[in-house]
């Protein structure tokens, strides 16, 4: 079983000799976290109010994306005015990205204690549109739980994650293609293929190879992007070729590189080129 997505650009076309300009194009998630109300009281104490030591962890499901809040100690109304931005492409069509926002009650010595849920499909958010407001928290199955957090989310293009391959002229547009180009960008939860030795969980250090058959272009591959399941490559390829009657087709290999052994499988996919 394979898992995670890859996102790559490919053009067949004419291009005249010219240096290759790597540009970009990635959205960024924007997240806003503002305050809590009316959060439980997990921490019980003997002598005088009870309280929680708050705080947020964020993930996107289908992803390896994980960040988190500061911890508000002592109270059931905290106030964090804190802000996370991560690399979020919107990924194909069927691509349906789920925030989730789980409240926390940290804890000195023992694990955090779940205190709510909230969940945001981000699909549903318009490009450059800020969403604000109070989400109420649930359970993980579903159900009520108490509390609610206010949340500030924008899905925008941010000109520092940019890659925008293939953005030159068409001057050549009408002639024969001469040119194959590939744009590796990146990919989106891959499996585990390192696994930590003393804890759950690990990480892959993958990279992308590309074959094309049915000509005798040589293959050829990405860097190698260490410990990551949400690889970012913004790599750029141009090879010249020259197209026949028969089709011919790209396959992109997605491995985990190992310094000892081989390289690991992690998936595959190819696209049938047409001129």
Known sequence: MSY???LVCVEIKFQAPHAIDAMAL????????????DLPAMDKALIGK????????????????KLQSSTK????????KETFEVPLPKGPPETKWELVVDVED?????AAD???RATVELDLLADQVIVKGWYPLRAKD??????EVYLVLQWRRNGAMAFQPFEDETEYAAKEPNELRIAAVSALGLAVADKNLLSAGGSSDPYLSFKLEGSTLKPFKTAVKK?????????????????????????CTCEDWDEVSGSDFMGQFSVELRA
Do not use: N, Y
Not at 26 to 37: E, S
Not at 50 to 65: H, L, N, Y
Not at 106 to 110: E, K, T
């Open 26 to 37: 990635l959205d960024g998630l924007h997240t806003g976290l503002g305050r809590a109300r």
């Open 73 to 80: 100690k002592s109270t059931l109304t905290p106030t964090w």
């Open 50 to 65: 009870s309280s929680s030591d708050p705080r947020c962890t964020f993930a996107v499901a289908g992803t390896a994306i």
């Open 114 to 116: 779940f205190i709510g």
């Open 142 to 147: 579903g159900g009520e739980a108490q509390g």
């Open 4 to 6: 995670g997505s890859v």
């Open 227 to 251: 410990k990551s399941l949400d690889p970012v490559w913004h790599e750029q390829f141009a090879r010249s070729i020259t197209p026949g009657k028969e089709s011919m087709k790209l396959v």
């Open 106 to 110: 940290w804890d000195r010595v023992s």
